[in-house]
């Protein structure tokens, strides 16, 4: 069999590896030597570069375009518009993605309309990156400029419960109880409207697709995308391409958070190059085009939250207004979780969206979650303030033991350990009670935590494993690894499963061509692509052990159960017999075994329980007392993701998660000019992400469950749970610091020093 050399392997002497054992990477050389291609890496012979002209106006229609002083320059090919590009599908059935919101997706030069500031409208190929970036400047293009609507806030009137749904998106449930009777009645109560800026996605590697032309005009597309059957499904479909006929590979990704949850244009635009001119081309959007196409959607809430005298809540009301496009709903879970994570019997939500002048909202990271849990969590902060109480013990006090929405218990459910265990870590127990306690030289310090809450997922995938009499093992399945630690993760699986040494396995994933797997995200990969691994090592187990009980003396009769695989031999533990797997392969299976294994999630029985994740988020602050300034100086995140694979990689999926915690907290956000309807810091000089600086050491700590019922390593996942709570601990803490209760992020000085709350 072929291994190609682009998939990582663990360096030989890594030897035995079980589920839980923690290992570095298995990519990290190929990353950090530079070896490991990402999508704009790849090349041709005759390769043209595409550069992306985008417009700057918010609405409207273009009037014309004239290219001349772009054609005119030595090395550009083409300019391609709206109106010379290949012939397109213009039904938008043929663009939606997998991952699309419902309605009418944005289609790149389509027509002359103006959906948003920073659409692409022109892209200008060339023999060289350069000429290509020099001409995109001489494009002269003339629109006539429509009003517009951009300002949440100022438009909060128009907003409505979403009509267009999502398959699999869940709307908030009907009330339940009497919210508004019981939080009238309550001794304790609290009511605070939130608010939550525009987030855009800043991975390292920035969106880029390189085509790659075929003789035969087969195209093989290096996608910066987070699910190569995805990407092929849309080109596939969107210029009426049979699917045999497109290959996407990403086998590395740098990155992607959700931002590579649907194609993003540059993979149609370098599409519709390579068919226009037949020849292959590369399209890589700079800095400043990652904020062209989606961010985390500004959102508005209100929590109203009740509870009696001892604390226990009596009514939970938590209402969000978020934007989304004209032309898609895009809908994502803000409000759910407050009717979720607490015991409670009157509870009242609703989510509602405002259709505003902008491309559609996008996923990122913990969509949903990452500001909806913020603002719960912040309220119950409130509350326990408000209270008197600790807030720890406000969220023991109320531990929902089952879910109360839909009363139906937890697959399994270690918050209460999480709590505990970090709690201890961080010495919450010396907190004192009222805020403006604690102070050191010119800084305010103050400690704040909060509840974190995901779902734990499973989609479904196919495994494709093939055992050769060397021992080798190869396990494949279309699957991603954005950088969360798939490769080291699935081989570690099959590894722990076939008792083979860890270098004998290579997972291969990041090709179209392989079997079926879906997106990475939502954090589910090691439940979804993690489980068909298993699976389908289970089946090569399974026939290793028939064969063994037919030619080897000793298994005679052996039950399946009574079989151990170790260090590449199979060992009959009652008699002590063993045989070397690559002996049996070659006297009982011509040497080589191959088996698939199709992962379908089990409905029936997981229906029957709420699947989540959870965390407990504990932070200190200091809060400089002139400048309003905020550091945070320690994190303790717990977390409770059922069996941990890989310690390692899992660590820095949390780390990861609070590092974006403290962004949304304290720095990242987008700002308009309504006038112009346009973002105006799309840059990273301008558009603030934390920095090395501004992270203190993160504390992780993680309460194993064995959820069986998740998934058949007992795993759920961590990708998304690490961001969550950790914006509202930070909240908390500034409140603890100061007794100024800041409901909006990000937390900036001059919100901390605003002499208003809020
Ligand atoms: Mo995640 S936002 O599902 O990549």
């Known amino acids: 069999m072929t291994v190609d050399a682009q998939q990582p392997i663990a360096p030989e002497g890594t030897g035995a590896v079980a589920i839980g054992t923690p290992l570095p990477r298995i990519d990290a050389l190929a990353k950090v030597t530079g070896t490991a291609r990402y999508a704009a890496e790849h090349g041709a012979a005759d390769l043209l570069h595409g550069v992306v002209v985008n417009t700057v106006v918010a609405r409207g229609r273009i009037r014309s375009i004239d290219t001349q002083a772009a054609l005119a320059l030595e090395g550009v090919v083409e300019v391609i518009t709206h109106l010379n590009r290949p012939k397109m599908r213009s039904m938008d059935l043929f663009y939606k993605d997998m991952t699309a919101p419902a309605g009418s997706p944005f289609k790149p030069l ?18 060289t990156l350069e000429v290509a970036r020099y001409a995109a400047m001489l494009v002269r293009i003339e629109v006539e400029s429509r009003p517009h609507e951009t300002n949440l806030l100022a438009h909060r009137d128009r ?67 987070q699910g190569s059957q995805n990407s092929r499904w849309l080109v596939s479909r969107a210029f009426g391409l049979p699917e045999r006929k497109v290959t996407v590979k990403n086998a590395f990704v740098g990155g992607a958070f959700g931002s590579g949850l649907r194609p993003q244009y540059n993979l149609l635009l370098a599409t519709m190059a390579a068919l226009h001119l037949k020849r292959s081309v590369r399209v890589v959007l700079t ?39 004209r032309r898609e709903d895009y809908v994502e879970v ?12 009157n509870v009242k939500l609703d989510y509602q969206l405002v259709e505003l002048d902008q491309y559609s909202p996008i996923d990122m990271r913990a969509p949903g979650a990452a500001h909806g849990v913020h603002a719960l969590e912040v309220a119950m902060d409130e509350l326990a303030h408000a209270a008197g109480l600790d807030p720890l013990a406000l969220r023991l006090r109320n531990y929902a033991e089952r879910d109360s929405a839909k009363d139906l218990p937890f697959s399994t459910k270690a918050l209460r350990q999480c709590y505990d265990q970090a709690a201890r870590r961080f010495g919450w127990e010396r907190r004192p009670l009222a805020p403006r306690q604690m102070r050191e030289g010119h800084e305010w310090v103050g400690w704040g935590m909060a509840t974190g809450t995901w779902d734990a997922m499973q989609m479904f995938a196919r495994a494709r494993a093939t055992l050769d009499e060397e021992g080798r093992l190869v396990v494949e399945s279309a699957a991603t690894d954005i950088g969360t630690g798939t490769y080291t993760a699935m081989a570690q699986i099959a590894a722990a499963s076939m008792g083979l040494p860890l270098e004998h396995v290579t997972f291969r994933l990041g090709d179209s061509t392989l079997p079926v797997a879906p997106i990475e995200g939502g954090s589910s990969h090691v439940s979804t692509v993690g489980s068909a691994v298993h699976g389908v090592c289970e089946k090569l187990r399974k ?38 797997v690559t002996q049996l392969l070659r006297e009982s299976a011509g040497g080589r075994l191959e088996d698939k294994y199709l992962l379908l999630p089990n409905m029936l029985k997981q229906k029957k329980y709420i699947r989540a994740v959870h965390s407990a988020v504990f932070v200190e602050v200091r809060v400089d007392e002139a400048l309003g300034t905020v550091r945070v100086t320690r994190v303790v995140s717990a977390v409770a993701a059922g069996r941990i694979i890989n310690p390692v990689t899992a660590r820095s999926q949390i780390i990861g998660g609070v590092v974006w915690g403290i962004g949304q907290a304290l720095h990242e956000e987008t700002l308009s000019d309504h006038a112009l309807g346009r973002f105006m810091n799309h840059s990273l000089g301008e558009y603030h992400i934390a920095s090395n600086a501004d992270v203190p050491e993160v504390d992780v700590l993680f309460v194993e469950e064995d959820d069986r019922i998740v998934s058949r390593m007992g795993a759920k996942g961590v990708g998304e749970i690490g961001i969550v709570g950790v914006a509202a601990a930070i909240s908390n803490a500034v409140f603890h610091a100061t007794g100024k209760r800041v409901r909006s992020t990000p937390m900036t000085p001059d919100k901390v020093m605003a002499r208003e709350m809020g």
Request: proline share 7%; charged share 20%.
């Open 287 to 325: 800095r400043q085009q990652m904020f062209t196409f989606g961010h985390r959607p500004e959102t508005w809430q209100r929590v109203r939250l009740a509870a009696d005298a001892t604390g226990r809540l009596t009514a939970v009301m938590h209402e969000a207004i978020a934007e989304t496009s």
């Open 543 to 580: 026939s290793l052990w028939k064969r063994a009980k037919q030619h080897v003396p000793g298994f005679d009769g052996a039950r399946y159960a009574d079989l151990e695989f170790r260090s590449g031999q199979i060992v009959h533990l009652p008699s002590g017999a063993t045989v070397p």
């Open 159 to 225: 907003a409505k419960t979403p009509s267009r749904l999502k398959a699999g998106y869940s709307p908030p449930p009907k009330p339940r109880g009497d919210a508004e009777s019981a939080w009238q009645a309550a001794p304790v109560t609290v009511d605070a409207e939130y608010y939550a800026g525009v987030e855009h996605h800043n991975p390292m590697e920035m969106h880029a697709s390189t085509v790659i032309y075929g003789e035969d005009g087969h195209l093989t597309i290096h996608d910066k995308t």
């Open 334 to 345: 803000v409000v759910n979780w407050s009717g979720q994570l607490y015991a409670c019997d």
């Open 110 to 127: 389509h027509d002359d309309e103006i959906h948003y500031s920073g659409q692409p409208v022109a892209l200008v190929v060339a023999t």
